[in-house]
């Protein structure tokens, strides 16, 4: 009522003056925390990122999404198989809520993910070559003792002449 009043220039200071005051205080307020020109979106600019954002190559594609979604809303609400009503706006909200959160968690949490599985492939490599130099080491320890076979024949007929 009382934004009613100063719209119209009705004198409130005269009938009230601690009201005006609180009025002429807030009004000034909300200018000074809204924002400013240089970071507000062009209304251009929002409507294209808007649009780039439905599904399909072309624009007529995207506003048969538009369209179909509206229609079918309308068509469900009109025929009354969905009545609007609070559990409505608690899951609008609620979808919103999800939304944002997974607009800002999105971005740390691919980097932790990508992290981690670098580290994970870090570690398998290393085990990787751990296994390969194990299996070389085992290959050559096995290879010094190729001539075993003769040796041990020979220290058996030595044992028997003896």
Do not use: C
Request: aromatic fraction near 8%.
């Amino acid at each position: 009522m009382a934004f009613r009043l100063l719209r119209r220039g009705a004198p409130i200071a005269t009938v009230r003056p601690m009201i005006a005051q609180r009025i002429a205080v807030t009004t000034g307020a909300m200018r000074h925390f809204s924002a400013a020109k240089e970071k507000q979106v062009e209304p251009k600019q929002k409507a294209q990122s808007i649009i780039d954002s439905l599904p399909g190559n072309s624009l007529i594609s995207k506003t048969s999404y538009i369209t179909l979604g509206t229609g079918l809303a309308a068509f469900t609400i009109s025929k009354e198989l969905y009545v609007v009503n609070e559990e409505t706006l608690v899951l609008v909200s609620f979808a919103f809520l999800l939304g944002t959160i997974y607009r800002f968690i999105r971005v740390p949490y691919n980097e932790w993910a990508e992290e981690k599985i670098e580290r994970m492939r870090n570690v398998f490599v290393q085990a990787r070559e751990d296994h390969k130099s194990a299996v070389k080491d085992r290959i050559e320890t096995v290879g010094q003792m190729k001539d075993v076979v003769e040796v041990t024949k020979g220290l058996f007929a030595v044992s028997k002449l003896h």
